[in-house]
T-cell receptor, first 116, second 115 residues
Framework: EAGVAQSPRYKIIEKRQSVAFWCNPI?????LYWYQQILGQGPKLLIQ????????DSQLPKDRFSAERLKGVDSTLKIQPAKLEDSAVYLC??????????????FGPGTRLTVT | AQSVTQLDSQVPVFEEAPVELRCNYS??????LFWYVQYPNQGLQLLLK??????LVKGINGFEAEFNKSQTSFHLRKPSVHISDTAEYFC?????????????FGTGTSLTVIP
């Protein structure tokens, strides 16, 4: 089966500009996650979708970050305007279900964002 | 609340030597534990997971981990490492709350295998 797809793989922007990342999860996976991984740190969950609804966005900086998964399949994460501290790898992951009992998360290759 | 502590940020080890990467967790609910590996410029790949049952879990590439509830640990081990094991390793904990499954990752351990 195809894995989690993300694009672009790399992006360089200037501060105060906008940027968008795209993720296509594994077919049939109801749950989609966006993580931010700053250099030298572990991934930090930004937002979790269950189908097209938001389950958890408690760590999403909502003044500048937004995400959507309109049809419950692919998702877009946007940053507007970007700050220097947003430089990181943005990882998308998906899993089959969410709820009691755990399911494995499958990760995409990530998008490396550099804000100058 | 759940959290993960990886005690070693960098672990150098000679090729064919054994290695242990340490992970401790804290959680107020039943936990599920994972180890992921991240090769340079790649996404995270699952090495192994503990959900229930036997406390010794075997994963891919010859890795294994032991769940120790009394010590709240889930250390990763390999009896003989290869150059190709050089990568970043992340321990993660997950538990179910009223907002669904939540994953928390440690800060990672960089394993460098020395020829």
């Amino acid at each position: 089966e195809a894995g989690v797809a993300q694009s672009p793989r790399y992006k360089i922007i200037e501060k105060r500009q906008s940027v968008a990342f795209w993720c296509n999860p594994i077919s049939g996976h109801a749950t989609l996650y966006w993580y931010q991984q700053i250099l030298g740190q572990g991934p930090k969950l930004l937002i979790q979708f269950q189908n097209n609804g938001v389950v958890d966005d408690s760590q999403l900086p909502k003044d500048r970050f937004s995400a959507e998964r309109l049809k419950g399949v692919d998702s877009t994460l946007k940053i507007q305007p970007a700050k220097l501290e947003d430089s990181a790898v943005y990882l998308c992951a998906s899993s089959l279900v969410a709820g009691p009992g755990i399911t494995e998360q499958y990760f995409g290759p990530g998008t490396r964002l550099t804000v100058t | 609340a759940q959290s993960v502590t990886q005690l070693d940020s960098q672990v150098p080890v000679f090729e064919e030597a054994p290695v242990e990467l340490r992970c401790n967790y804290s959680s107020s609910v039943s936990v599920y534990l994972f180890w992921y590996v991240q090769y340079p410029n790649q996404g995270l790949q699952l090495l192994l997971k503990y959900l229930s049952g036997s406390t010794l879990v075997k994963g891919i590439n010859g890795f294994e981990a032991e769940f120790n509830k009394s010590q709240t640990s889930f250390h990763l081990r390999k009896p003989s490492v290869h150059i190709s094991d050089t990568a970043e390793y992340f321990c993660a904990v997950s538990g179910f709350s009223n907002t669904g499954n939540q994953f928390y990752f440690g800060t990672g351990t960089s394993l460098t295998v020395i020829p």
